[in-house]
């Protein structure tokens, strides 16, 4: 038995996590892919057949009140915002990144133009130059409906970017790429020093490290539930809006949902209060329960507990491939430095794509990035120490 086994034993003898792993559906694969899809919670097919079969099949209608459908975009965003750092009441659960994206950012550019030091004059929208393709096309026609100038811009070069014409910049927490993990509060600091909004995209992070919204005074944020976050695919994402902004907020998607009066069925729109601010039109109640189910895996577990478990996780990996692959086969372009590291590992390789191919055909499971990157997800809640052993191992494999 090689050390690396033996510490694996000893790490996974002592993982506080580690009994997590019976709340999920998993079979033998080493499923290292949660960045992009989380494996399914043990009891999420039940509450779905409740949903389907008696709350919707019998109840009927009565489920919008006495099922709690009606609520659940904002009770469910109260479950997801101890993950996120946020006090209750500041997020609702509901639509796409995509649209949460817009409705954020676009509530930003509206805010800055509100305030007292001209804000009329901030016609420009930063974006993250190495954003999420999605968040760059959002931006871009935000800009345009906003009369704004678009400039991506590195993150590292942003607090040197901003000026009196920043409206809004929109930043993601943790590269989709490469895992590096942003750091959210001075890019906030630099943000409001220069009198604009910030928007911060979690997709990457929520349910896989510690973010602080409330504590590091995020303006907006919006994140996906379907990857650390378990909640199926095509789950629907969350929005955040900072508390004492909402009575500011303007969505540009005014939907009857967020009417303070939504079965007033008035001509006239008026916002509702708080969080519900950000709802737009019916919720889709099959996956939002869905969603309320995978959550409770959370119960009694701490992000922080999440958080050393996957540096440790990929503290392990990182040391496994350096003694199981062979020199040069791969490069590691995740940051090694833990306050720079998100929950996953991106390794560049020439012949990425066949590698990927070959690993999943061998039961290790991450993805491939165009053009050369090897990903791999380390959820901390179902994803133990002798997995990653076994995925290096394989991969070294693989790769001789």
């Not at 959550?295 to 478990?309: M, P, Y």
């Not at 993805?367 to 990157?373: E, G, I, M, Q």
Request: include cysteine; charge should be negative.
């Amino acid at each position: 038995m090689s050390e690396l086994v033996m510490k694996a034993e000893k790490l996974d003898a002592s993982d506080e996590l580690a009994a997590k792993r019976a709340e999920f559906v998993l079979d033998d694969v080493v499923y290292l892919d949660g960045n992009s899809l989380g494996a399914l919670p043990v009891a999420v097919p039940g509450r779905v057949e409740d949903v389907v079969r008696r709350q919707w099949g019998e109840l009927r209608i009565r489920s919008w009140t006495e099922g709690g459908w009606w609520t659940a975009p904002e009770r469910i965003g109260d479950r997801i915002a101890p993950l996120v750092g946020a006090a209750a009441g500041q997020i609702v659960v509901g639509d796409s990144t995509s649209v949460n994206v817009f409705k954020a950012l676009v509530g930003a550019v509206r805010l800055a133009r509100t305030t007292d030091d001209g804000g009329p004059g901030r016609d420009e929208i930063v974006v993250d130059a190495t954003t999420f393709p999605t968040d760059g096309y959002i931006a871009e026609s935000a800009a345009r409906m906003t009369g704004c100038t678009l400039r991506p811009v590195p993150p590292a070069e942003i607090p040197d970017a901003l000026g009196g014409r920043t409206a809004a910049v929109l930043l993601n927490h943790v590269d989709y790429r490469t895992g590096r993990l942003h750091d959210l509060p001075s890019l906030t600091a630099a943000v409001h020093a220069a009198g604009a909004y910030v928007v911060w995209d979690l997709c990457h992070s929520a349910g896989a490290l510690p973010v602080g919204l409330d504590e590091h005074g995020v303006d907006l944020a919006v994140g996906c539930t379907y990857k650390y976050l378990n909640g199926g695919p095509g789950s629907p994402a969350f929005l955040y809006v900072r508390a004492d902004l909402q009575d500011r907020f303007d969505s540009p998607l005014p939907g009857w949902n967020s009417h303070a009066e939504p079965f007033g069925m008035r001509p006239g729109y008026e916002p509702a209060a708080g969080a519900v601010r950000g709802r737009v039109g019916t919720p889709d109640i099959l996956s939002m329960l869905a969603l309320e189910a995978a959550l409770e895996v959370w119960d009694g577990v701490t992000i922080d507990a999440v958080r050393a478990k996957s540096l440790a996780l990929t503290d392990f990996f990182l040391e496994c491939v350096e003694e199981y692959v062979p020199g040069g086969r791969v490069a590691c372009v995740t940051p090694r430095a833990h306050g720079e590291r998100g929950s996953q590992v991106a390794l560049r390789c020439p012949d990425a794509g066949d590698v990927m191919k070959r690993l999943i055909e061998r039961g290790v499971v991450g993805d491939f990035r165009h053009p050369d990157v090897l990903r791999f997800g380390f959820t901390p809640l179902y994803v133990g120490f002798a997995d990653v052993e076994r995925a290096a191992r394989v991969l070294a494999e693989v790769l001789a």
